[in-house]
């Protein structure tokens, strides 16, 4: 079955430094890959997402993320955090355009020491 | 509206009571989504509407839950006869149209405590 694994729960980091999330995906074929965040009280917003083509793509708020086909990765960066990007990071997939599901990850919330 | 608003923001029920969430999507929307989040769990999708129609409820995980549309705009989700388990956030999503290309937005959510 399709399963999209995030394995950090928790992740603290200081304001200002750069920042990893790792999502990796069990599927035969390229889904399409999305990043979303939730911040407290508020809802989900995506913050960018991978079809095809570049496998680095840009997103909102200064994140970005890479596909990487040979580790089923799609990791998401930012070079230098700030005290607002404080939420909960959830990756998801979809299996193709079609399918109007979106199979989620578990999330991974965000700590930012001052 | 400017977004996806859900009602009412916080229920707590009493086990074995009905109870309904509801959506009011973007203006415009034809695709509209409910999903389930559990304490610590990802999202799990529980059912979609392009328009007045429901093409795939096999995401409800029991008989006890329902979902409509009317007018291609609000839906309502119906949980009866609650239990426990049915403690969880309830978000609502819509989308120009169903598909993945299709940004979902996302409302703030309805936390239901069934005690």
């Known amino acids: 079955a399709q399963s999209v694994t995030q394995p950090d729960i928790h992740i603290t980091v200081s304001e200002g430094a750069s920042l990893e999330l790792r999502c990796n995906y069990s599927?035969?074929?390229?889904?399409?890959l999305f990043w979303y965040v939730q911040s407290p009280g508020q809802g989900l917003q995506l913050l960018l997402k991978y079809f095809s083509g570049d496998t680095l793509v840009q997103g909102i708020k200064g994140f970005e993320a890479e596909f990487k086909r040979s580790q089923s990765s799609f990791n998401l960066r930012k070079p230098s955090v700030h005290w607002s990007d404080a939420a909960e990071y959830f990756c998801?997939?979809?299996?193709?355009?079609?399918?109007?599901?979106?199979?989620w990850g578990a999330g991974t919330k965000l700590i930012i020491k001052p | 509206g400017a977004g996806v608003s859900q009602s009412p923001s916080n229920k707590v029920t009493e086990k074995g009571k009905d109870v309904e969430l509801r959506c009011d999507p973007i203006s415009g929307h034809t695709a509209l989504y409910w999903y389930r989040q559990s304490l610590g769990q990802g999202l799990e999708f529980l059912i979609y509407f392009q328009g007045n129609s429901a093409p795939d409820k096999s995401g409800l995980p029991s008989d006890r839950f329902s979902a409509e549309r009317t007018g291609g705009s609000v839906s309502t989700l119906t949980i009866q006869r609650t239990q426990q388990e049915d403690s969880a956030v309830y978000l609502c999503?819509?989308?120009?149209?169903?598909?993945?290309?299709?940004?979902?937005?996302f409302g703030p959510g309805t936390r239901l405590t069934v005690l």
């Open positions: 599927y035969g074929a390229t889904p399409y």
């Open positions: 998801a997939v979809a299996l193709g355009d079609s399918n109007y599901q979106l199979i």
């Open positions: 999503a819509s989308s120009l149209w169903a598909g993945s290309y299709n940004e979902q937005f």
